[in-house]
């Protein structure tokens, strides 16, 4: 991502975020930088499951990581079960970011990890090497009808 400031290399870091693998979801946090947790907005559950996955990351890593809840496929909007507004209230109870992205057409992606770009403390790219910085995301991601979700680590 181009910063006024200059580039942010964003990179993700894939994992399941099934139950059985929940063991390992905190180290995967500890270090993160932010955390992106999308949900499916033709699918209330994903939308419900993802007041779990903020908590865990708030009480894993404190309230100074930033969170982005991420209402994802809106290419599917005429199947549409959480609201916009929804969406906005459950940002704003957590204080996190929100944003609504199509995965599949690409919409707000670019927005989305350019704005969480310019959020990330420490954000230094006077090295002469120029070459970006790397910092840590974390993204969970809850677009499945079951308790099952896709937490991902992203170093950024």
């Not at 947790?37 to 993802?50: A, G, Q």
């Not at 903020?54 to 991420?70: C, M, S, T, Y």
């Not at 944003?99 to 310019?118: D, Q, R, Y």
Request: hydrophobic content about 35%.
């Amino acid at each position: 991502v181009y910063l006024d400031e200059g580039p942010v290399r964003l990179q993700l870091w894939d994992t399941a975020g099934q139950e059985r693998f929940r063991s390992l979801i905190p180290s995967y946090i500890r270090d993160s930088a932010a955390a992106i947790v999308v949900y499916d907005i033709t699918n209330r559950k994903s939308f419900e499951n993802t007041t779990k996955w903020i908590q865990d990351i708030i009480n894993e890593r404190g309230k100074d990581v930033i969170i982005a809840l991420v209402g994802n496929k809106t290419d599917l909007s005429d199947f549409r079960k959480v609201t916009y507004e929804e969406g906005m209230e459950k940002a704003k109870e957590y204080n996190t970011m929100f944003h609504e992205t199509s995965a599949k057409g690409g919409h707000n992606i670019k927005v989305l990890f350019k704005k969480i770009a310019t959020k990330l403390p420490n954000l230094d790219n006077s090295n002469n090497n120029n070459e970006a910085n790397v910092i840590d995301i974390q993204l969970t991601n809850n677009s499945e009808d079951n308790n099952k979700g896709l937490m991902s680590k992203c170093m950024c």
